[in-house]
């Protein structure tokens, strides 16, 4: 069940860690936030919910496996996020990511701990 769902998340892990990046060199290119917002890690996750459930359709236990999958992508996809709020801090960069935190362990808490929390429970 659970390299069923690490199967699953393979390839949703790779495409978020490639958006955040994205998002973030969007930003330093000066675009608004509210175009940058649509390309975001929770609208990412809702689009996979999505595809998870239509490639779930005929599973004995759907739901089990989806909340797994979740389980594995959600984390996973936020690193990224930890990642790109480093690089702005330590080279104080000034995108949305180096506002919010003042060290390593309340970035890594909010935005791989909660933050997963948030993309796991809508």
């Known amino acids: ?27 330093l290119a000066g675009l608004p936030e ?17 595809y998870w459930g239509i ?3 005929n599973e004995k236990q759907p739901y089990l496996l989806l909340l797994l999958s979740l389980i ?5 996809s936020r690193f990224t996020v930890f990642v790109v709020w480093w690089i702005d801090t330590k080279w104080s960069i000034g995108t ?10 309340q970035a890594l808490l909010n935005h791989v701990v909660y933050g997963a929390l948030v993309q796991i429970i809508p």
């Open 55 to 57: 490639k779930l359709y």
């Open 72 to 76: 594995i992508f959600s984390p996973v």
């Open 34 to 50: 509210n175009v940058i917002f649509i390309i975001g890690l929770l609208w990412l996750t809702l689009a996979f919910a999505v």
């Open 96 to 105: 949305h990511y180096g506002l919010y935190f003042d060290n390593w362990v």
């Open 1 to 27: 069940m659970f390299l069923r769902a690490l199967n699953l998340a393979k390839i949703p892990v790779l495409i978020a860690m490639i958006v955040t990046p994205i998002r973030f060199f969007l930003e």
